[in-house]
């Protein structure tokens, strides 16, 4: 029997990348039409928003160990969440969780390590850029990395609010998205990380200048793998 998922939603468009690809892509390992119980909880983006505007990340925690809570009353055995700006409130949830959560940024910085790569550009919210959540866990793995300029950083920031979040994918985005990757390029990175997981539903990876870490998809992976896992 595999492990049952939870889901701590955020942003709607990556939480649903997330499933789909925990759906889509488990059938390979478990059999046709087969994947792993999946509960996903989310409270509204806007509450998480007041907090994250004020810098309350005590607050943004409350509200992801709420939506833990109801996971684990519902059967979930393990918990995600697919977004990586909330992660910054990771270690405070973690202190009070019911449950045992994987880390967006480990499952990114365990595939970087496997494909060799040891400088990464960093790509996401400005919250999550100029923040703690990749640069130490990186860190950690001896993965250095860097981050757009501000101006970049700022206008990177708006595309993600005003459209990726809203399901707005345009052409002009997805080609503002390469020319800062090609500049992360020049810095001396070999990889970028679509570090919000809206990201990679405008970044086509034929054409992106870096190899692109698909942080959805890579946390869905690591669940799948977490919930066949025998203990």
Known sequence: MSKHIGIVACSAMGAALCYQTICTEAPAQ??????????????????????????????????????VHKLQEIGAQFAICPDNTI?????????????????????????????????????????????????????????????PAESDREKIDTIIFKELVEGVFLEESRLFFNEVILKLQNQGCEAVVLGCTEIPLLIDPLDCPLPPLDSTRLLARAAVREALKQD
């Open 30 to 67: 478990m059999g046709e039409y087969m994947h792993p119980e999946v509960s996903m909880h989310t409270h509204p983006l806007a509450e998480y928003m007041n907090h994250i505007w004020s810098g309350n990340w005590s607050g943004v925690a409350e509200l992801m160990l709420s939506s």
């Open 87 to 147: 992660h910054q409130a990771f270690d405070l949830v973690k202190a009070q969780s019911p449950l045992p959560w994987l880390h967006i940024a480990e499952a990114v910085a365990t595939e970087a390590r496997r494909q060799g790569f040891s400088r990464l550009g960093i790509t996401g919210t400005k919250y999550l850029m100029t923040g703690p959540v990749y640069h130490e866990t990186l860190g950690r793995f001896n993965i250095s990395s860097e981050i």
